[in-house]
């Protein structure tokens, strides 16, 4: 692993990697290490962007854009919203410390990380072909979705009216 | 690292392993929704790097992390819909009030 | 011949049982009536005794042996029970019958008024029937179970008023002293078991085997010593004498029975029955007779410096049953202690139920406010004076007989022993004359409101017979014909009357009679002559020779502090070792009940976690099979 650090650092995406990945992981822990929740959604927002950049590397654009659309821009203003509409006084932000919780979480989370790197150290990869991304990623992406993958994508929609309207449902103020 | 899969699926893991931490010891609702948001992104960070950099390149895997992203959104609206009655009902959005399964 | 009535000798024990039986289940209901059940089952015992003693009188009856009950089969060995009647048995029977009969007759009028007199008649029962089962036991172990029996009785007997602590005390005492005679006692019993050929135990085959020396004589000795120390603590010699004053605490009739006539005389008993084995060993004889000839000096010189009226005649028992041990051990035969308990069995049981009488009357134990009884209570005074100069061997009545046997044995056979005898004698002589003229005579010093007067027939009718017995009991075993000893053991004895021995035992008799009379009834000598210019001598009498301080210091103390140190090891050590699983089971119930708190995220982490476990467990063994 020592050899490809080497060859990380020549090649400019690498360097590019490298800081998409730095922002990413830097946001997810700046959100569980704040004490405010606004902060925390901020930070997660960031890695979300980040996360956007990570896919146009990976010769994704449509997929990063719909990300950054998606998440960095709908869910985070909803989990604000759900904040400010939850929120009592200051005072509530402060954690009860849950010592031995805490401590077996992180235990639990170290210990599943260490599983997962070894499986992924362990495996070979090996490519089998060059990936054809194509002129225009869009338009690629389209051509699969509504050519092979179109009944799951007519149930994504069946889902989403359902979703919505059950979220209404649910959240709606009960008519006394 | 244009070549090798590795260093994206390290990421991932390490996005996931925090997204876990945080779903199991924030205090605050919409924090644990938040951090299960980034675990499912740590997913599909994974499917979008297999889907350039694994044995089989094809653009599946970016089909599959749109529609990963589309549930993501649902579940989340959801998610927060469920948390705001409860809020309303219970007077708190700790989810350390929410015990009624200990019976 | 053939005895025709020993074969209901079972009948003797049965009634008495059967009485214990019927007031035990219905003593309350039967009030008055179950009085007289214990009464007439006490005399029908009595009157088939009587007929089997005077079959026997003939000379010339075979012992009856039946032993066809097999009680307890281990191996090849059976433990059989039955009965035994022998000329030995036969005396004893009319003893304990007689002397339970008349201790019954009088109970009726002493204990009129208490509660629990039905209570009382059953004990009195039951210990008339264990008694009677001891005498005719046909083996060592039936013996012992009696022998225990026995003591249990004399226990509750002695505790009866057990609302007092003094009685509640006396009765452990005596319980727990005389038990630590008949561990010695058990201790022989299991040596015969193991020693004995064919690990037969009863007499007849102790009879056989040791005539012809079949165990070894060093074991023998044993043996009969371990049985003697059963003997020292039912018989009460030194140095395990102390219980018997301090049974005092009973009732006056029962003092008269079991402590005076029948129980104690149970060691003694023991000892003739098992005489086989101490004849066979010198050694064994010479502690029996040294033991007895101390406790009967060492007794007697306590009951001179004692204050209650039955506590005097506790020291005299034991200091009687020291001559009896005494007479034993000197070892010509088992006739002359035999002797010496049949006529001590009823002078004394004579004594006490007069002063059971006295105390009837005057509501006080303590001599020295009584005085000038005999005015009020001419029936008790005569009675109680035959009783006392049949305990002081003064001629013609049964004391000086039989002791006039056991002082002449002990002239022909151990010099020492017949000083120590008379000295005691002299003793004897002047306590029971002290007790007599301050109970009896002078001045009357007693505060009561009330004026004694004499009991009712119920108590002075026993009183009456059992002088007549005092004066003519002795006559069965004169130096001139010397018939008992020779019905008794089957032996003959010369015939020759020692007169040395009866002018000095006489002699000494007098003295002590006159030195009470001059110092208690003519106060020409000062009472406290001694006392005032000894004071350490006289304390030390009174306070029985400190024997009891020593057991408590040295016995009783150390033990009590080993319990209690026992007792923290038990609290902290055992108990804390049973705590300290219960809490750590406990702690492990709570520790699993926090993980069910109904928090979502603690069920999550404990998730995370065991499919953690799951993991590397699957994941690991790959790693040991291929490593």
């Given amino acids: ?176 | 690292m244009g070549s090798i899969v590795t260093p994206y699926l390290t990421l991932a893991a390490i996005l996931f392993c925090v997204g876990l931490y945080g779903a199991l010891t924030k205090k605050n609702g919409v924090i644990v929704l938040l951090s299960i948001e980034l675990m499912l992104n740590a997913v599909n960070l994974n499917l979008v790097a297999f889907s350039k950099l694994g044995d089989h390149p094809a653009l599946t895997g970016q089909i599959f992390s749109l529609f990963n992203i589309t549930i993501a959104a649902a579940e989340a609206a959801v998610g927060i819909a469920i948390l705001i009655t409860i809020y309303r009902n219970k007077g708190t959005s700790d989810v350390n009030e929410m015990d009624s399964m200990k019976r | ?627």
């Fill in chain 3, 1 to 627: 011949m053939v005895s025709d009535y020993s074969q209901y000798a079972w009948l003797i024990p049965l009634f008495p049982l059967l009485a214990f039986l019927a007031l035990t289940a219905m003593g309350r209901q039967l009030k008055e009536l179950g009085i007289y059940i214990s009464i007439v089952a006490m005399l029908a015992s009595f009157i088939v005794a009587l007929l089997i003693f005077v079959e026997r009188l003939g000379g010339h009856v075979e012992d009856y042996t039946w032993d066809k009950l097999s009680w307890l089969q281990v191996g090849d060995y059976t433990l059989r029970m039955g009965f035994e009647v022998n000329n030995l048995n036969a005396l004893m029977l009319v003893i304990v019958t007689l002397v339970s009969l008349l201790v019954n007759i009088y109970s009726k009028g002493y204990m009129k008024g208490d509660e629990r007199i039905h209570v009382f008649f059953s004990y009195i029962a039951l210990f008339s029937f264990s008694m009677l089962g001891l005498v005719i036991s046909e083996n060592m172990l039936e013996l012992y179970i009696f022998w225990e029996l026995v003591g249990v009785c004399s226990f509750l007997l002695v505790g009866f008023w057990y609302f007092k602590p003094e009685a509640k005390a006396a009765a452990k005492k005596a319980f727990i002293v005389t038990r630590i005679g008949d561990v010695g006692l058990f201790i022989g019993i299991l040596l015969l078991f193991w020693y004995m050929p064919g690990h037969a135990l009863d007499f007849t085959s102790i009879h056989n085997a040791i005539s012809s020396s079949k165990i070894d004589g060093t074991i023998v000795t044993w043996i009969a010593i371990l049985i003697f120390i059963g003997a020292i603590g039912k018989s009460g010699q030194f140095p395990l004498h102390t219980w018997l004053p301090d049974a005092m605490e009973g009732p006056t009739p029962i003092s008269a029975l079991i402590h005076a006539a029948t129980m104690v005389a149970a060691g003694v008993y023991l000892v003739a029955r098992t005489f086989d084995i101490f004849h066979a060993s010198p050694d064994a004889l010479l502690v029996v007779a040294y033991v007895g000839g101390f406790t009967a000096i060492f007794a007697a010189t306590i009951g001179i410096a004692q204050n209650d009226i039955k506590r005097i005649l506790a020291y005299s028992t034991v200091s009687q049953l020291g001559y009896m041990m005494m007479a034993l051990g000197i070892g010509v035969s088992y006739a002359s202690g035999m002797f010496h308990l049949f006529t001590h069995a009823f002078f004394k049981a004579l004594l006490f139920l007069g002063a059971g009488s006295v105390i009837h009357a005057v509501h006080t134990q303590d001599i020295n406010e009584m005085g000038g009884l005999s005015r009020k209570m001419k029936i008790t005074t005569w009675t109680f004076a035959i009783g006392t100069l049949a305990l002081s061997g003064i001629f013609p009545f049964a004391g000086f007989w039989s002791k006039d046997l056991i002082l002449s044995e002990a002239y022909d056979h151990n010099q020492l022993l017949f000083w120590v005898g008379v000295i005691a004698a002299f003793f004897t002589a002047f306590y029971m004359s002290r007790l007599f003229f301050l109970v009896f005579m002078g001045k009357p010093q007693h505060h009561g409101a009330h004026e004694p007067h004499e009991s009712p027939a119920s108590m002075t009718t026993p009183l009456i017979i059992l002088a007549v017995l005092a004066v003519v009991a002795g006559f069965v075993n004169t130096p001139f014909n010397e018939w008992l000893s020779h019905w008794l053991t089957g032996q003959d004895h010369e015939e020759s009357a020692n007169w040395t021995v009866i002018i000095l035992s006489t002699l000494a008799g007098l003295l002590g009679i006159g030195l009470g009379y001059l110092m208690y009834l003519k106060r020409s000598i000062p009472r406290d002559v001694v006392s005032s210019r000894a004071p350490w001598l006289y304390k030390l009498l009174n306070r029985k020779y400190y024997v009891d301080e020593i057991y408590d210091g040295g016995v009783v103390k150390p033990l009590r502090g080993l319990g209690y140190v026992l007792e923290l090891f038990d609290v902290y050590i055992v108990d804390g070792i049973v705590r300290l699983v219960a809490f750590v089971i406990v702690g492990l119930g709570r520790l699993g009940a926090r993980l069910q708190n109904g928090q979502l995220q603690t069920y999550g982490v404990v998730t995370l976690l065991g499919m953690l476990i799951l993991a590397l467990a699957i994941a690991g063994r790959r790693f040991i099979h291929a490593g």
């Fill in chain 1, 1 to 176: 692993m020592l050899n490809g650090i080497g060859d990380f650092l020549s090649s400019g995406s690498s360097w590019m990697f490298f800081i998409f990945a730095l922002l990413a992981i830097g946001g997810a822990i700046f959100m569980i290490s704040f004490t405010k929740v606004i902060h925390m959604v901020i930070s997660l927002a960031l890695t979300f962007i980040s996360l956007g950049g990570l896919y146009v590397i990976l010769e994704a654009e449509f997929v990063a854009f719909v990300q950054v659309l998606i998440y960095a821009g709908a869910i985070s203003i909803l989990m604000i919203f759900g904040i400010m509409m939850t929120k009592h006084r200051q005072g509530e932000e402060e954690e009860p410390r849950r010592p031995w919780h805490e401590g077996l979480a992180i235990v639990g989370s170290l210990a599943l990380f260490g599983v997962i790197f070894y499986a992924i150290q362990k495996t070979k990869f090996v490519a089998t072909g060059a990936f054809d991304a194509g002129k225009d990623n869009t338009m690629e992406i389209g051509k699969l979705l509504y050519n092979e993958h179109v009944i799951p994508f007519e149930i994504m929609s069946v889902l989403l009216t359902v979703a919505f309207i059950g979220a209404i449902i649910i959240a709606k103020r009960e008519e006394d």
